[in-house]
């Protein structure tokens, strides 16, 4: 038969096949074929490499208890593991944290929908009524609070914008201990900024609002129209989702059909802004 030298006679193989033999021998048998170190990748005789790998200092290994990868020509006692592992923890901690802040706000911010959604859910109109206080704390904050005897002026408005935070809610609370808005209504920061001609109102959602200088402020369901000389004074269309303060030196003027309010300290002027 004919037979052939392998191919690694220079590295030292004296090994002479049959031709069908010869490709086998050399690619799986041959001692003397050249393999790459795991670590240094230097070339190394197939005989020698499991010797070499185990004196090589730059194989790689991994530590069976905090899992860290090392050169074996590195040090890796008992101190280097459990610092790694409290390091692993603190990483895990803090990813932890991190999921639980994502958390709590995906929380608040269902706990946000949840108390619009009272707002919002309305079937005439986005004016609510006897809406909790308690159902509104986690997620705003009130930011006026005077008698409906007190004089608002447009400049209080303006001044509240700085404290807002994109949505505010306005309203009225009938009695000095109540923690009920009796009405209330919510819309964008731009509220404050408004300056509407007189009976021409904004709408936003499905509430028209309207701050006119030197009249009033206030809103009513965007189905309906604005009727003020000063402030609303309608009586026929939904007058229990109707809202108006002077502006021009009197007190309040209504809250929903309670009307007539300039005097009065029972009830209650609320500005209420979405927190952070």
């Known amino acids: 038969k004919f037979k052939i030298a392998c191919e690694n006679k ?9 031709y069908e033999s010869l490709e086998k021998h050399q690619q799986e048998q041959c001692q003397y074929q050249m393999k790459i170190c795991r670590g240094c990748q230097n070339n190394v005789l197939k005989k020698d490499l499991d010797q070499h790998e185990q004196k090589c200092g730059e194989i790689t290994i991994e530590c069976k208890r905090c899992k860290l990868v090392y050169k074996k020509r590195e040090t890796h006692e008992q101190l280097d ?21 994502n958390l709590q706000q995906n929380v608040q911010k269902l706990e946000t929908s949840s108390n619009l959604h009272s707002l919002t859910g309305w079937p005439s109109s986005s004016v609510a009524h006897d809406v909790p206080l308690s159902s509104l704390v986690s997620s705003w904050n ?14 209080d408005l303006r001044a509240l ?19 009920i808005l009796k009405i209330a209504a919510m819309g964008p920061l731009e509220i404050l900024s408004l300056n509407s001609p007189l009976n021409q109102p904004t709408t936003f959602g499905n509430v028209n609002w309207y701050l006119t200088p030197s009249k009033s402020f206030g809103f ?10 000063s402030a609303d004074y309608d009586e026929s269309d939904n007058t229990e989702n109707r809202l108006s303060w002077h502006l021009q030196g009197d007190g309040g003027w209504r809250a929903g059909t309670a009307k007539s309010l300039n005097n009065n300290s029972e009830w209650r002027k609320i500005i209420m802004t979405m927190k952070n």
């Not at 220079?10 to 049959?18: E, R, T």
């Open 10 to 18: 220079h590295n030292g193989c004296d090994d002479i096949l049959p």
């Open 81 to 101: 593991c459990a610092m790694n592992m409290l390091n692993q923890s603190n990483k895990k901690i803090e990813s932890l944290e991190k999921l639980v802040e």
């Open 142 to 155: 009130i930011i006026y609070d005077h008698p409906y005897s007190h004089v608002t002026t447009i400049a």
């Open 161 to 179: 914008i700085s404290q807002c935070n994109k949505q505010i809610m306005v309203g009225a609370i009938q009695g000095s201990s109540s923690m």
């Open 220 to 229: 009513a369901p965007s189905s309906t129209t604005i009727n003020c000389s």
